[in-house]
């Protein structure tokens, strides 16, 4: 079974950047929407960047201006540059891909100090 799977999470003091990928463990067709996701400690996941496989992309207003979301079809490949880090931003960070079936990553976490 695919999996996907994350990694760049860590700690970073506010104002830091940091780069998280998320690869999938082989191949999925048809991919139409990858994302990122966050979920803070008592908090509901929340969308935090999406992009079709056109291209197009959204942005949660809270991270707007401060991260860029990109991605590779081809390789099944998605990234979220972080940048200009917020203590808020702190969560784990889940990848997500939509296929005929969905794929979630097992998350990683990321703190931001401040």
């Known amino acids: 079974q695919v999996q996907l799977v994350e990694s760049g999470g860590g700690l970073v003091q506010a104002g830091g950047s940091l780069r998280l990928s998320c690869a999938a463990s082989g191949s999925i067709f048809g991919i139409t929407i990858m994302g990122w996701y966050r979920q803070a400690p008592g908090n509901q996941r929340e969308l935090v960047a999406v992009i079709t496989r056109g291209g197009r992309t959204n942005y949660a207003d809270s991270v707007k201006g401060r991260f860029t979301i990109s991605g590779d079809n081809a390789k099944n490949t998605v990234y979220l540059q972080m940048s200009s880090l917020k203590p808020e931003d702190t969560a784990v960070y889940y990848c997500?891909?939509?296929?005929?079936?969905?794929?979630w990553g097992q998350g990683t976490q990321v703190t931001v100090s401040s």
């Open positions: 997500r891909m939509l296929a005929i079936n969905e794929y």
